[in-house]
């Protein structure tokens, strides 16, 4: 019976939009929680930015589209929200669907092709030490201007951190390469498994 209730309570073109949204949640969730080690190339981002806007341009009309007309209705609780709360709703999900699209074309969805097809090699960046934060965000960290990328960071253990030059100084990393990005490996944990002597920096250099 409870069963019965909760498909009967969703009408077909909600069961629509579901079908349509939680792809989209389900892709999002390991880019926001997992490692985030990845790094689309500029191509890839850019496809994946303007087909996220896309995407939420055509499903904020349609939805509109269903509930001027009916076919959808909102929770009765929305009849009580003020006009503040209403706005913010309006501005806030498209927002949301979005990140959630731009995640999975550009970070999910690459990445696992990355997994399935890549080649690993070494590449060189000139890098300087940093100090990250937030919930989701390490403490100890490198940065480039070139790998400055949006939900992109490559993070080292404290000790590893201090051990580094205070300077810009060339660094080697392994990543996996794919036609559409590069996965950086040897961070968070595994960075525990390196053989890095503590004075190998007299070139101003590292190989990670």
């Known amino acids: 019976m409870k069963r019965t ?5 969703m009408n077909r ?13 389900i892709l999002s969730v390991p880019q926001i929680f997992g490692p985030t080690n990845f790094l689309p190339n500029p191509e890839v981002a850019t496809i994946a930015l303007y087909l996220s ?3 939420v341009i055509v499903v904020s009309l349609w939805a ?13 609780q929305w009849h009580s929200f ?6 913010l709703t309006f501005i806030g999900c498209p927002l949301l669907l979005w990140m959630m699209c731009h995640l999975s074309f550009g970070y999910t969805i690459p990445r696992i092709w990355t997994m399935l097809s890549s080649e690993t090699i070494t590449v060189a960046y000139q890098v300087t030490k ?9 403490t100890y960290q490198l940065e480039n201007d070139q790998l400055d990328r949006m939900y992109f960071q490559i993070c080292v253990p ?26 950086f490996k040897g961070t968070r944990e595994d960075w525990f498994e390196l053989n890095l002597p503590t ?3 007299s070139d101003r250099s590292a190989r990670f």
């Open 53 to 55: 806007a896309f995407v």
């Open 130 to 138: 940093y100090r990250g934060g937030g919930r989701h965000s390490c």
């Open 5 to 9: 209730g909760l498909k009967s309570s």
């Open 82 to 87: 003020g006009l503040g709360k209403k706005c």
């Open 158 to 183: 404290r000790d590893f951190w201090y051990r580094l030059p205070d300077g810009p100084f060339i660094a080697m990393f392994k990543v996996e390469q794919s036609p559409v990005g590069m996965t």
């Open 64 to 76: 509109g589209y269903l509930l001027h007309t009916g076919k959808i209705t909102p929770d009765p």
């Open 13 to 25: 073109h909600q069961k629509v939009l579901c079908v349509i949204l939680l792809p989209m949640v």
């Open 199 to 201: 004075n190998s920096y």
